[in-house]
Every structure is written in C-alpha cells, then in structure tokens.
C-alpha cells in the first residue's frame, strides 16, 4: 500500500490529487456534498491564508459549514504569536475527540503558523493522536496533496515546509473571499526582522515579495468586482520589494495601485517604523485611494527597551516620523501596537510608553501583555516583574487611551465623515460602518447601503463610536 501510494505521490498532478479528493470525499460524505468546517485564530495575513484554504477545498468539491457536527473534515489555522493564542487552540483541538468519537470517519486537520513550530508539530503527534493531518504555513498550496496522502492510506500525514519551499511564491491559488465588499492582498511574505519577542520569522520564513504585476491584477481585478475596501498584507509593508528586480519599494507600489479608476480605498498593514520612508507620508498624502490611516507599532516608548526589543528605532525618531506624517496628512488617523511588561521593563521605562502614547494621541491601540514564545532572544531574559503588576500597568495604559479615544471621537461631531457602511446592529438597530480612519460609525440607513460609503454628518461621540445622520 504505502509504495504504491509513494509512486502516486510522485506522479500525480495538482488537478489529478483535486480530482481524487474530489472523488473518494463524494463518497465519503456523510451528506449530499463533503462538507468543511475550518477556523482561523488569529492575523489578517492568516485570514488570507484562510481563504486560500478554503478556495482549494471548494476546488475539490467542499461546501462549508460552521457546526462542527456536520462536518467531513474540520480544519484549524492556527496562530502563534501569544500564549494565549495557542492554549485556545489546544483546548478546542482536544475538544475534537469527542466530535470524532461520534464521527469517526471524519477528518481532522491543524496548520498555520503554531505548526512550525518543532515542539508544536511534536506535541500534535503525541498527545493528539485523532488529528490526522498537521502541516504548516510554507506549504499551504500542497492541500490537495496533502488531503489526498490523508485519505488514501489513512497514515497520519506531517508536514511541514521550509523557507527554500516557496523562494518563488505559489501565485493563482484559488481564494474564497469571506467578504464581499472587503478584500485581503498578501504583498510579501514573511519577515527578516526578529524582534527579539516574536516568534514570527521563525514559523513565516524570509521576507519574500509578490510580483507588482500580479498584486496590481488581484487589486484591479476586485475593484471591478465591486470590492471596496481593500487592505495590503504583509509583516513588514515597508521592506516590500527589496530582493525583486527592476527594483520597486511600497510607495511606488501604492502610487501605481492608486491609478486603478473606481470606487474603493485601499489599507495596508503592517508598517514598520524602521523603514517607513517619507516617500510613504508623500504618496498617502497626494493619493486618491488611500486611506488617511496608518497602523504603525512601536511597541515600547522607552529607548532602552526598544533595543532590547531589537526594533531598529528610537523614540526620537519614532515621533519625527509622526510629524511629518501629520504634517503631510492632517487629518490621518493612527494605530498602534504595544507590549507591556517586556522582559527587564521597569514601570519608569513604561511611563515613556505612557507618555509617547499621550503626545501622539492615536485612534485606537492594540495593546498586548508579553508572553515568552520557544526561541526567542527575549524568552531567556530575565523577567522578574509579576504578572499581577504587568496586568496593572496594562490597565494604566488602557484608561489613559480610553480618554485619548474619546476626546479624539468628541472633536469630530459636526463633521462630515466618508463611512462604509458595513452591516446593521442587531442591538440599535443602526447601520454601522467605519470611516476612512478606521473608526466607527453609526447611522440610520436601509440595507441598501451596505457596501457603498456613505456621507455621514456626526452628531454625538460615544467613548470610541460616533453617531451620525446621513446627508
Ligand atoms: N509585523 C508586525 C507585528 C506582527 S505581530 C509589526 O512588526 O508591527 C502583532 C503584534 O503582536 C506585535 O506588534 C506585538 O505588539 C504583538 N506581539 C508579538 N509578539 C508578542 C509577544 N511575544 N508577546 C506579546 N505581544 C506580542
Ligand atoms: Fe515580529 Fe518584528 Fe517581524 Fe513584526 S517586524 S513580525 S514584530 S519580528
């Protein structure tokens, strides 16, 4: 059985495993069609990489269902970035043994970035012996195989890729877009940076740029399909472009996007204080398209930790940037992420997060408490602050922000605001969108409207949501 599987392995084509699996799952369908239930924990990178997913499974023949129960294969994408992130998953992957109790023939699957991790995969083989395919973020366009070696033998498959598996990066997977009037476009792959902290560029690889020609078609190709809003992905924008050849950076990639005609703004995340250029303010500044919205993390405000951090930036240069972004760009709205409680952090050092936090004044933060991730440089630094005072400065950091939101959200009642409208909430019974900046907005408006931007005059901030009245 398994040479004979091996010989096929080596023989077979992409369509021929799709036709396969196609195949053997039609029969093995507990319904009229197989059905998938997959879950993706985490980033919009790994949103994206959900929906490459997702287009494969419906190439061979999947229709997708969110009740486990009904479900053929089940299929999680997981995330590594924090502790926490990984404990959910453990716990609902385990949860998985009963469902298969019950359905025995069905198919359990784990990928994404928690997989590349050695002592992870090692663990899932272990401890978790009913998943019967594990495999990682660098081989994603092998699904088919993948499914097919899973089904044909019903050996455990493992698989996980290496950064030489995709130098060149598999274009033309099939996507299945979650959104209709919101689209993700992964520009590169990958990061070369290594914040000691993040686990990142060990389970994503090196840095790896798309083609220009290929984002501008994906890009054109959605706003013909009446996409509006659509945000570019990648660990690091800034560096897009670096290794390809003619030489191209991001903001000559934006300019040339912003020249698709139509009806549509377009975000990027994330950038990289390190290399943001002024070439990247300019471009935001003149163009057409692009949102007046920057997320642009910088993690700590005290020097100090940020090189500790290995971020490449200091403050100073951190907050020169901001203001020549704002000088460029008045009205733009700015994010961030932040980690308290890094490693050796003392609560001084954290008043400059505080207070960078306070001079910059930013819409909304991302705020994280540090968790130690398997070989990093920081998970073997000493860190002898406890969690419970972690947790107080966390709460420090969010009550000054809530202010900083609210006053932000009260200085733009009796303006008139670009809103996407998005969807009606059950609760008010409103329409809610967000605007250019990303905040929130909430209207009285049919269902109509949804997916089309509407003008908004804002009446009444409520902490960070405004309300408004269309005009
Ligand atoms: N490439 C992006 C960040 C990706 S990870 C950038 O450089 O900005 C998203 C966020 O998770 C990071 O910005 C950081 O704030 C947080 N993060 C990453 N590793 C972490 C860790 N070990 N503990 C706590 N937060 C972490
Ligand atoms: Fe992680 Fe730093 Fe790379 Fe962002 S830039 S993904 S924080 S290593």
Same mark, same amino acid.
């Given at each position: ?12 084509? =992409?369509? =021929? ?19 998938? *239930? ?13 929906? !490459?997913? !997702? ?51 069905? +198919? ?47 050996? =455990? ?22 959104? +209709? ?16 902290? *993040? ?9 790896? @740029? ?49 020249? &698709? ?22 471009? &935001?500044?003149?163009?057409?398209? &692009? ?5 642009? #993390? ?30 460029? &760009?008045?009205?733009? @709205?700015?994010? @961030? ?17 505080? @207070? ?25 630094? #000493?860190? #002898? ?18 202010? +900083? ?18 969807? =009606?909430?059950? !609760? ?25 931007? *509407? ?17």
């Amino acid at each position: 059985m398994a040479v004979k599987l091996d010989q096929k392995v080596r023989e077979y084509t =992409r369509e =021929r495993y799709i036709e396969e699996v196609a195949q053997t799952m039609s029969i093995r369908a507990k319904g009229a069609v197989p059905m998938a *239930c997959v879950r993706t924990y985490g980033c919009q990178q790994n949103v994206a990489d959900g929906e !490459k997913i !997702k287009g494969q499974l419906e190439q061979m023949g999947f229709s997708f269902t969110e009740n486990e129960e009904d479900a053929d294969l089940i299929l999680f994408n997981t995330c590594a970035v924090r502790e926490h992130a990984e404990d959910r998953v453990f716990g609902n992957v385990g949860a998985l043994k009963n469902v298969k109790r019950r359905n025995p023939s069905l +198919i359990i699957a784990v990928c994404g970035c928690m997989m590349e991790q050695e002592h992870v995969a090692e663990r899932m083989k272990k401890s978790f012996p009913f998943v019967n395919l594990v495999f990682g973020t660098h081989v994603i366009h092998k699904l088919p195989e993948l499914l097919f070696r899973t089904i044909t033998d019903g050996r =455990r498959v493992f698989e996980r890729g290496d950064d030489s598996e995709d130098k060149n990066i598999i274009e033309g997977l099939p996507i299945r877009r979650d959104g +209709i009037f919101k689209a993700w476009v992964t520009v590169m792959y990958g990061c070369n940076n290594f914040c000691s902290f *993040c686990v990142v560029p060990y389970v994503r690889g090196r840095e790896r @740029s798309r083609r220009p020609e290929a984002i501008i078609d994906e890009v054109r190709s959605l706003v013909e399909a009446g996409y509006r809003d659509i945000t570019l992905l990648g660990q690091n924008v800034n560096s897009y472009g670096k290794e390809l050849t003619p030489s191209i950076n991001f903001a000559q990639l934006l300019r040339e996007l912003d020249e &698709i005609p139509g009806d549509y703004q377009i975000r990027f995340m994330t950038s990289h204080p390190k290399d943001a250029t002024r070439e990247l303010f300019d471009v &935001i500044g003149e163009s057409e398209h &692009i949102c007046h919205h920057l997320h642009l #993390p910088f993690q700590s405000g005290n020097n100090r930790v940020l090189k500790e951090m290995n971020r490449g930036y200091t403050r100073e240069k951190y907050l020169d940037m901001i203001a020549y972004a704002k000088k460029k &760009i008045p009205d733009l @709205s700015l994010t @961030s992420d932040i980690i308290v409680g890094f490693p050796g952090e003392t609560y001084e050092e954290f008043l400059d997060t505080i @207070s960078l936090v306070k001079e910059v004044g930013f819409t909304s933060l991302f705020t994280f408490i540090y968790s130690p991730r398997v070989g990093t440089r920081a998970a073997k630094m #000493p860190d #002898p602050i406890p969690d419970e005072e972690k947790s107080r400065w966390f709460q420090e950091l969010l009550a000054v922000q809530e202010e +900083i939101a609210a006053a932000r959200c009260a200085s733009m009642v009796g303006s008139v605001q670009r809103v996407l409208a998005e969807e =009606r909430n059950p !609760k008010t019974g409103l329409m809610v969108g967000r605007n250019g900046g990303n905040v929130i907005v909430e209207f009285d408006g049919g269902d109509e409207l949804v997916g089309n931007f *509407c003008p908004v005059k804002i009446t009444k901030a409520r902490h960070w949501i405004l309300n408004g009245e269309l005009v």
